[in-house]
């Protein structure tokens, strides 16, 4: 399985800055996902991820918000930009498994926005 | 992908089966059902999926109905540990690896 860590474990942000989180990776993938998960809520995903390529964004979210980078196999960051306290909420990495049915979710960045 | 709909919660006494059901009324032929449980404050992750036939792992077995528009997720005999959210997801094998969450199930096992 792949261990994933993500980069702030949680912060608490002005409104209209913007946040980077980093994803690492302890082994090389081709595609990486960012979800979000507002308080008591589902994970929706936010955008795919790959190496050599920009971002593909799920509907609703657009790159000049959810900026995204994917500058190597192991490695990622989605930035929150412009934040409003609706953006609070936790933001999570995941990678597929060697098998296609395994997702592997990294534990996660809570943001507080004021 | 199809849509799914769980009971937003359940209850389960410790040490008993917990059931979880899931309705998938519009799923296709090449769809299969995913388990991912929540536990709080972590990560989804991956119990067991199928798409047509009952599965059966370590940690749980997944009964799909023979129409396949609804399936069952039995945890045999239900810990404290258990408690989370659970997740019934249907996902086409063409979708790139991605994975739409549903609203889950907060499974509580209690003493």
């Known amino acids: 399985s792949a261990v994933i860590s993500q980069k702030p474990s949680r912060d608490i942000c002005q409104r209209g800055t913007s946040l980077t989180i980093q994803c690492q990776v302890d082994?090389?993938?081709?595609?990486m996902f960012w979800y979000r998960q507002q308080p008591g809520q589902s994970l929706t995903l936010i955008a795919t991820?790959?190496?050599?390529?920009?971002?593909?964004?799920e509907s609703g979210f657009v790159i000049d918000k959810f900026p995204i980078s994917r500058p190597n196999l192991t490695f990622s960051t989605l930035t929150v930009s412009n934040m409003s306290p609706e953006d609070s909420s936790i933001y999570l990495c995941?990678?597929?498994?060697?098998?296609?049915?395994?997702?592997?979710f990294g534990p996660g960045t809570r943001l507080t926005v004021t | 992908d199809a849509k799914t709909t769980q009971p937003p919660s359940m209850d389960c006494a410790e040490g008993r089966a917990a059931n979880l059901p899931c309705n998938h009324s519009?799923?296709?032929?090449?769809?299969?059902v995913y388990w991912y449980r929540q536990i709080h404050s972590q990560g989804p992750q991956y119990i067991i999926h199928?798409?047509?036939n009952n599965e059966t792992n370590e940690m749980a077995s997944l009964i799909i109905t023979e129409d396949r528009k609804s399936s069952t997720l039995i945890l045999p005999h239900a810990t404290l540990r258990d408690t989370a959210v659970y997740y019934c997801?249907?996902?086409?094998?063409?979708?790139?690896?991605?994975?739409?969450f549903g609203s889950g199930t907060k499974l509580n096992v209690k003493p």
């Open positions: 995941s990678v597929p498994g060697a098998s296609p049915y395994e997702q592997y």
């Open positions: 082994s090389q993938v081709t595609m």
């Open positions: 991820a790959n190496q050599g390529s920009e971002a593909t964004y």
């Open positions: 519009t799923i296709s032929g090449n769809e299969y």
């Open positions: 199928g798409l047509k």
């Open positions: 997801i249907v996902r086409s094998p063409y979708n790139f690896n991605k994975f739409y």
